[in-house]
């Protein structure tokens, strides 16, 4: 019996040569349809969804604050409950741990100014030691940074940040020494690389005496100044 080789060889080519081809389907009509894997989507579009799939939330931080230091300095105005409003000068430093926690050592320099008191103090007949006495405070902070941002000031583009703020503090004055409950929220504007505007809106919670009696008060102080932040660039 003899056999033809001439059957075999057209199916071994045959089967080369699908086996080469590009990835098909069939359609609805049964038709085999060829769709080359690597013409499917086109570069620009793969880009955009490639843009699309990253992490939501981040944020272009042009200005680096982890693992560096901010010194500050400023002042503003002091309300009290029991006298009158008066100006306030604070400094703190700043060590920032992540780019969202700090912690902060800070200190604020006011007086008592007993305006408000002093008709009071005409109708009892007496008079206080000193009306003008100086109070001071001594503050220990943790910094949570949830917002940060970018404006446009004219036809540049400013970043800035929200903070709030919580610690504690101690309070030294004729009228009152002892400890403080501090809070509070403030934001920063940042100027290059090294230096920033800085606002902070703070409340002192603790107990006071005045005319022989005992007050728990909350006084705020607003106050703004300059930061500067330690190594110079990011």
Sequence with gaps: MKLSLAPIALIAI???????????????????AFHPTEQCIDKAIANRLAVKRKRRGTVDRLF??????EFSFGGGYYVSDLFSG?????????????????????GAFTHAN????RAIEDERGTVLEDNYAQVRFVESLLLWTPVYGKLRLGGTIARFDLHLDMGVGVVDSATSRGA???????SKLFLGEAVALRVDLRNHVFRQ??????????DLSLTAGLSVFLPFSN
Excluded: C, W
């Design 14 to 32: 045959a089967s080369a040569t699908i086996a080469q081809a590009p990835s098909a389907h069939a359609d609805e009509r049964g038709d085999i």
């Design 64 to 69: 680096v604050k982890q693992a560096r230091h």
């Design 86 to 106: 008066t100006y306030s000068l604070v400094g703190s430093y700043t060590f920032h741990m992540t780019e969202s926690t700090a912690v902060e050592i800070g």
């Design 114 to 117: 007993a305006d408000v008191i």
């Design 180 to 186: 403080a409950g501090v809070a509070g929220l403030g």
């Design 209 to 218: 005496e005045l005319l022989d009696e005992n007050f728990l008060v909350n």
